[in-house]
């Protein structure tokens, strides 16, 4: 959600900013609506203003025996009740109407986020690691020996359909092993909270972090309201939503794990095979929420957070800067952290850290009590995968693989599997 006010004051800019992302221009649009209600409001106070001078006067004429002007004044009251009824209602209308099209319009890019309309612009700030250099040609990760009895992708088509898997034994334990190592390093070193949150929200909640209206589509809804989150953002977002926060109490730094479900509408034919893009997935995801003066900062706090799982995994990655035409919608600034795939040969997207300003607080009504008694403001959040466990499990499997088929698996992993540092070429874990 955007502010009124700084689109009146400065329309061009709103929709300078706006082109950057490869949106025409809408300030005029949202001008004649806000111009349209507040004349309506004016309206409806003049006629309220009518209305109480003729009620103080019905009064007066009655009292001096003049049934003429009684009667006259009397049905003007009337009248005018009726118009500020009337003038309530269509000014009522047209805020809904503005508030309909503000919920469309995406956040304006930061200033530091570089010109472009596709990931081909975005801009490589950093690479850590180097590729492993195989005597062999690597193969992706549903190809792999060690997984062959542990990644069902068949039997879960019979289950779900497609874009669904079912993981057994030690390949099983090892997305498990990820998903707890994450937890407790995001906890441990990083100083999250841990949370357990709902994977069933109210419409509210969706419409909060931005996911609705536009893109629905992206999402399951239940037969019964709720949907299904397509990420923790959006419940550990929510948790400040109509809240009123003492400055103190800032930052809060959530994390949480959990199953996500998307419909990838718009992906048909993209990444088909294995587990790459799935309906359902696990995530632990990373929530903060900030002082406005201090979310660029956390920002970068949190990115270091989410390289440092891929660096204590020994797996090598990039980030990358993303340009304004290929940020989401609800981002003001967003790196992503892409993983070397060595089955692919190529890096692969693994977590997105994104900064939203102020723009989803307008949406749930989530502000801050600035010390010293100043006015409340609204305050900023931000998001990153910390990590997709699915993709990580990828990345551990394909840069892990031996030419015998089985999976040398990172270290920091061991004390989660019972000392176990390998999946054998027929998947169990061992340790030799």
Request: net charge negative; with cysteine; hydrophobic share 35%.
């Amino acid at each position: 959600m955007h502010d009124i006010r700084a689109i009146r004051d400065n329309p061009d800019a709103f929709d300078a900013a706006l082109a950057r992302r490869g949106v025409s221009p809408v300030s005029s649009q949202i001008l004649a609506l806000d111009d349209a209600r507040r004349a309506k409001i004016h309206a409806a106070e003049t006629a309220k203003a009518d209305q109480n001078r003729a009620s103080k006067e019905v009064g007066a004429a009655k009292g001096r025996g003049d049934e003429a002007e009684f009667e006259r004044l009397r049905a003007l009251v009337a009248e005018k009740k009726a118009e500020i009824a009337r003038l309530n209602d269509e000014a009522q209308a047209e805020d809904e109407a503005l508030r309909q099209l503000l919920l469309t319009i995406p956040n304006l890019p930061a200033d530091d986020v570089p010109a472009g309309t596709s990931e081909d612009d975005n801009v490589e700030i950093k690479r850590h690691g180097t590729p492993r250099q195989f005597n062999y040609a690597p193969k992706e990760h549903y190809e792999l020996p060690a997984v062959q009895d542990g990644m069902d992708f068949e039997v879960a088509a019979k289950l779900s359909g497609s874009r669904f898997v079912v993981l057994s034994g030690g390949v099983a334990r090892l997305h498990r092993a990820l998903a707890q190592f994450m937890l407790d390093t995001h906890v441990e070193e990083h100083g999250l909270t841990e949370t357990m949150t709902p994977v069933l929200v109210r419409e509210e909640a969706m419409y909060g972090t931005g996911q609705l209206p536009k893109f629905g589509e992206d999402s399951y809804q239940t037969t019964t309201g709720w949907w299904l989150i397509p990420t923790a953002e959006v419940t550990l977002t929510n948790l400040v939503a109509d809240a009123m926060i003492e400055a103190s109490y800032l930052p809060r730094r959530y994390v949480a794990d959990t199953q996500c479900f998307r419909s990838e509408a718009g992906s048909a034919g993209r990444d088909t095979s294995g587990m790459l893009r799935q309906h359902q997935f696990e995530k632990v995801e990373m929530v903060s929420v900030t002082h406005p003066g201090e979310s660029d900062a956390e920002q970068q706090r949190m990115l270091g957070c989410a390289e440092a799982i891929l660096e204590k995994l020994g797996l090598p990655y990039r980030t990358m800067l993303l340009c304004a035409g290929d940020m989401g919608a609800g981002a003001r600034r967003t790196y992503d952290i892409e993983v070397w795939l060595p089955g692919q040969d190529r890096y692969r997207e693994i977590s997105s850290v994104s900064t939203c300003g102020d723009y989803q607080a307008r949406r749930m009504n989530a502000r801050f009590r600035p010390e010293g008694g100043a006015k409340p403001e609204f305050v900023h959040t931000l998001n990153g995968s910390g990590l997709a466990v699915g993709r990580t499990l990828i990345a551990v499997l394909e840069n892990g693989q031996e030419e015998d088929g089985s999976v040398t698996l990172p270290e920091v992993l061991h004390g989660y599997l019972g000392g176990r540092n390998r999946l054998s070429a027929t998947g169990e874990l061992i340790r030799d």
